[in-house]
């Protein structure tokens, strides 16, 4: 584990330099004009949508009858607000990823290998369209499981608990291959997403407990989403890019220190055998 420790020290390192925190800003821009765009024509249709479900099925009278058992009837008026925004949730999510991956992280991966591994050689054992694929498949599942689990928001120490499994293994699938993908050959990524299986699902999780913090801190500010959802939508995008790029950085620094241990390996190998 001393791995991950010393590439986590070093992502907290490179997330404070200059050129990340302007990094940043990219795919942060990038999302809040696809979200601003979107939330201004679909943001009123959506909860008039919902509140008239509410109504036709009588979720109203059963979430108030909860809430009025829990002492928490004060509540009521925002429980339209906060289904809408964890209903939106997953497809920002996906759009900051994405955001991320196309303009965030070739700038990540030139920023570690040019300052840390200039002499590792580039292999290009994957591509910036199957990280796409690798993103977009895992994503899939994520959102599926995502909204199976949403009425474990009710029980805030459940729902941080599925959204750290479930960030986890998105993270470690998604992250090691975007790290990998320059460097390594393919051999050698599926070599260490196997041997190094563990300490990538440590890792995953760490970021999934991160990962699964902004939808609880909108849970836990629940009022103030009546009036500013789009604010507390654009705090949470900004957030998510944040924990990315913390993240991508983890992963590469990780993943490459453990390609350049590999190929020290096999070398050594070789030259035993000559």
């Given at each position: 584990?001393?791995?991950?420790?010393?590439?986590?020290?070093?992502?907290?390192?490179?997330?404070?330099?200059?050129?990340?925190?302007?990094?940043?800003?990219?795919?942060?821009?990038?999302?809040?004009?696809?979200?601003?765009?979107?939330?201004?024509?679909?943001?009123?249709?959506?909860?008039?949508?919902?509140?008239?479900?509410?109504?036709?099925?009588?979720?109203?009278?059963?979430?108030?009858?909860?809430?009025?058992?829990?002492?928490?009837?004060?509540?009521?008026?925002?429980?339209?607000?906060?289904?809408?925004?964890?209903?939106?949730?997953?497809?920002?999510?996906?759009?900051?990823?994405?955001?991320?991956?196309?303009?965030?992280?070739?700038?990540?991966?030139?920023?570690?290998?040019?300052?840390?591994?200039p002499k590792l050689e580039q292999k290009q054992g994957g591509s910036m369209l199957g990280g796409l694929r690798a993103a977009l498949?895992?994503?899939?599942?994520?959102?599926?499981?995502?909204?199976?689990?949403?009425?474990?928001?009710?029980?805030?120490?459940?729902?941080?608990?599925?959204?750290?499994?479930?960030?986890?293994?998105?993270?470690?699938?998604?992250?090691?291959?975007?790290?990998?993908?320059?460097?390594?050959?393919?051999?050698e990524r599926r070599t260490i997403q196997r041997e190094r299986r563990r300490d990538l699902l440590v890792m995953g999780l760490v970021?999934?407990?991160?990962?699964?913090?902004?939808?609880?801190?909108?849970?836990?500010?629940?009022?103030?989403?009546?009036?500013?959802?789009?604010?507390?939508?654009?705090?949470?995008?900004?957030?998510?890019?944040?924990?990315?790029?913390?993240?991508?950085?983890?992963?590469?620094?990780?993943?490459?220190?453990?390609?350049?241990?590999?190929?020290?390996?096999?070398?050594a190998i070789i030259g035993e055998q000559a």
């Amino acid at each position: 584990m001393r791995a991950v420790a010393n590439a986590y020290g070093r992502a907290v390192l490179s997330q404070l330099h200059v050129r990340m925190l302007v990094l940043s800003a990219m795919p942060l821009v990038l999302s809040l004009l696809l979200w601003g765009l979107l939330l201004y024509f679909g943001l009123q249709p959506l909860l008039d949508w919902l509140q008239a479900n509410f109504i036709d099925y009588e979720i109203y009278r059963t979430t108030s009858d909860w809430l009025d058992r829990l002492h928490l009837g004060f509540l009521k008026t925002v429980v339209v607000p906060f289904f809408a925004l964890l209903l939106l949730l997953p497809l920002m999510i996906l759009s900051a990823l994405l955001f991320m991956n196309i303009a965030a992280m070739p700038f990540i991966v030139r920023h570690v290998s040019g300052r840390h591994y200039p002499k590792l050689e580039q292999k290009q054992g994957g591509s910036m369209l199957g990280g796409l694929r690798a993103a977009l498949s895992s994503f899939a599942v994520f959102i599926v499981i995502w909204l199976a689990t949403l009425p474990l928001y009710i029980f805030p120490p459940l729902a941080m608990i599925s959204s750290t499994l479930l960030w986890g293994w998105l993270t470690s699938r998604v992250m090691s291959y975007d790290a990998l993908a320059d460097h390594a050959s393919e051999e050698e990524r599926r070599t260490i997403q196997r041997e190094r299986r563990r300490d990538l699902l440590v890792m995953g999780l760490v970021s999934g407990a991160m990962g699964a913090l902004p939808p609880l801190l909108m849970a836990a500010s629940a009022v103030a989403m009546v009036i500013l959802l789009p604010l507390a939508l654009a705090v949470m995008m900004w957030l998510y890019v944040l924990i990315f790029i913390f993240t991508a950085l983890w992963f590469q620094y990780y993943c490459l220190e453990a390609l350049a241990q590999l190929r020290a390996r096999e070398q050594a190998i070789i030259g035993e055998q000559a």
